[in-house]
């Protein structure tokens, strides 16, 4: 699913800023695509933490042959041993049945995100072991489609804005901060472009 928002907020975003015009024209007819269910996207988020993305790979093809439907109460259902087997380590069995307990238990109001703001997602998803704040945002952009996300801990972004901004030094969190003001509303755009100004493939998460 492409969001709703991707023409106005190209249109916007390349009206404004002549690097992002650069890029919108480099990139059009690609735009950030959901990959849908919020479970699965936070599981896949956690198997893949530290680790090649190749190895991500290879434990969640093990993953999902042992768990053929990657649901909350299907992990539950399943033993620590049974995780660790599959190539997670001690401590990603623990946060993916930590992650599958907030969404069995209802902790996770996954029916209210729509009208919940960014903050309060936020504030619900870093309540589960191994999800972090960077995560969470991914998650936002990457899932929920959210249009002004603006992740400043990403080494992508800082990189990105370094080459096309700041002659190549990299921008702290302040200036970093400052500088995204102007793409609002649509930061999480913007940074998707400048994204694809470093890599050309389109990220999925």
Known sequence: MTPSYWQQASADLAQD????????ERFAGSALVSRGDPFVTLLRSI????????????????????????????VL?????TLRACGLSVRKAEY????????????????YWSVMSDAEIIAELTSVRGIGVWTA????????????????????LQKAVA?????????????????????????????????RSLDPVPVEY
């Open 17 to 24: 800023d002549l690097v992002l015009a650069g890029l919108v």
């Open 47 to 74: 198997v893949g933490q530290q680790i090649s993305v190749k190895a991500a790979d290879s434990v969640w093809t093990r993953l999902t042959a042992a768990l053929p439907e990657p649901t909350p109460a299907g």
């Open 77 to 81: 259902s399943h033993e620590p041993q």
């Open 96 to 111: 993916v049945l930590d992650l599958a307990r907030h969404f069995a238990n209802g902790q996770m109001h996954v029916a």
């Open 137 to 156: 945002e991914m998650f936002l952009i990457f899932n929920q489609l959210r249009p002004d996300v603006f992740p400043l801990d990403d080494i992508g």
């Open 163 to 195: 080459v096309h901004y700041c002659q190549g030094e990299r921008p702290g969190r302040r200036l970093l901060a400052e500088h995204g003001e102007r793409w609002r509303p649509w930061r999480s755009v913007a940074t998707w472009y400048l994204w």
